[in-house]
């Protein structure tokens, strides 16, 4: 489990039975961050709906975004509220927005010194964490500081 | 006709069990709700045979109709649930129950919240399951599990947009500590907090230190809301419901923390509604329950129903100014779900009546408007506005 930011598989994702978010799961097992954009306004839209929130569009597709964005928003988890993550000590969960792409945000972890010092704005990079083993198998995307 | 709830409904009686620590109610969840409806109607000097009506919230396990099937109810004509999980519907419930009354639909209905956490699972634990689907797919396999974890990030974007320090935080839970010394029925009496314990305590998650976050407990609480007119002839002084409501800003459930307007606890679009419907400001309330799942939902909802300026936090956020009877804002004066109990939120409604009952175990002197807030950083999340009789 070393290369894993977590000390255990706290769940595994699956997409929706309905499809809805079946794109970014499989893009993430591919190493690509694809999210949702409209294709009528172009506008991004996260989480994933079945229509524009903005034009109300049922065109809406998956498109593959850069997975580089900046620090909106942190967290330092100390207490477990999961038994996998009870000698997990604090981890940091990151909320991560995308300036490029209608600031449309994801939640991921941010790798590194989990007691290092977080600042909101600073920019970061995404890194795929690929669990092959799992059953089923998925992909998470993680976070390192760094342009 | 200006539609409008103003004053054409009143709370009657309140009522709530024993409090416990979560796992330890000796009574089932069903009898708890039981209990409670009963002590409420007694409280309102009402026979439980005239209760016509029920509305709650958060998919109460305790059913409508299995409670006017046991209590012998001879006509159930208004029963309504409040969507939305969490505790954010509690006083939409409050004025689900109170438009039921006003439109005619029903003539006594009891709004009531019953909770046994350790009959059928803690909300402060994670879901065991191994996958994960929808909305959940996107928050958990990071280890973002619990509630205290899915509103710390915004409470820290608040912070750092308007400067805010920790103390403001605390300066909640040590007047939510310090009210409950009084109070008989909190869970905490007899175990007062200072400053130099909350610092010392714990962090769950930055910023929530231990104290910034809720009890979880086993109980039932109810009201009884009449029409006004009714009230007038029942042994408490009407607690008249000025507005009440509930409200889901733009985008604020979006998933994976999508919301637009993040560092929000959601009031900002229900506040002026409350305030409007109520024909009050926030000037004119003389003491405010607020919902403290964490004390940073309240931070932000003080700010959001106008109390005070974001920048104004760190000046107006003092233990001094929340304490009953003199403080500025008087703030969940029973110790609230911090330290009397979480009987996730109805315990506020209650206090909010108790206030304009002139019965609160912290009472404010003269109070005649009592406002109450469920549910910070939800969706949806409610709110209602109490006001004694020469406030019509």
Known sequence: MSNYYLNTVVTAPVPMGDGLDKPFWEGLMQEKLLLQRCNQCRRWQWGPEWICHRCLSFDVGYEELAPTGRLFSHERIWHPVHPGLNDQGPYVVALVEFPQADNVRIVGNLLGDPRQKLEIGAPVKGVFEHHRDSDPAFTLLQWRLGG | ?392
Request: hydrophobic share 40%; aromatic share 10%; with cysteine.
């Open chain 2, 1 to 392: 006709m200006r539609r409008s709830l103003r004053g054409r409904v009143a709370v009657a009686g309140v009522g709530e069990t024993t409090y416990y620590k979560h796992g330890k109610s000796p009574d089932a969840e069903f009898k708890l709700a039981l209990k409670a409806v009963l002590a409420a109607c007694e409280s309102a000097g009402i026979s439980p045979r005239e209760i016509d009506g029920f509305c709650s919230y958060s998919d109460d396990r305790s059913e409508s109709i299995r409670l006017a099937n046991a209590l012998g109810i001879p006509d159930l004509k208004y029963s309504v649930m409040q969507w939305g999980g969490g505790g954010g519907g509690a006083m939409g419930a409050v004025a689900n129950g109170a438009a039921g009354v006003a439109s005619g639909l029903a003539d006594c209905v009891v709004v009531f919240r019953s909770l046994a956490q350790g009959q059928f699972g803690r909300f402060g634990r994670a879901l065991t399951g191994y996958t994960a689907s929808g909305e959940w797919a996107h928050t958990t396999p990071y280890g973002l599990l619990s509630a205290a974890q899915m509103f710390a990030m915004k409470a820290t974007r608040f912070m750092h947009d308007h400067g805010v320090k920790q103390d403001a935080m605390r300066a909640i839970a040590l007047a939510a500590y310090q009210h409950a010394q009084n109070n008989p029925r909190a869970l905490m009496r007899g175990r007062p907090l200072d400053e130099a314990s909350y610092d010392a305590s714990r962090w769950i998650v930055e910023p929530f230190h231990l104290f910034d976050c809720c009890q979880e407990n086993d109980g039932a609480a109810a009201i009884v809301l009449v029409p006004a007119e009714r009230a007038r002839d029942l042994p408490n002084a009407p607690c008249y419901v000025l507005s009440g409501g509930s409200g889901v800003p733009y985008r604020a459930p979006a998933w994976s923390h999508n919301a637009t307007d993040y560092g929000s606890s959601n009031f900002k679009t229900l506040a002026p509604r409350l305030y409007e419907m109520a024909g009050i400001g926030p000037k004119d309330v003389d003491t405010l329950q607020s919902y403290e799942n964490f004390t940073g939902g309240v931070m932000m909802s003080i700010v959001e129903c106008g109390f005070c300026a974001p920048e104004e936090v760190n000046a107006f956020f003092t233990k001094e100014n929340f304490l009953a009877p003199t403080g500025k804002l008087p703030l969940n004066t029973s110790g609230g779900n911090l330290a009397e109990c979480y009987m996730h939120g109805f315990g506020l409604v209650i206090e909010g009546a108790r206030q304009i009952f002139g019965q609160s175990s912290n009472q404010v002197k003269d109070a005649k408007i009592s406002m109450c807030t469920g549910g910070p950083m939800v969706s949806p999340i409610s709110g209602c506005i109490f006001g004694a009789e020469d406030t019509l």
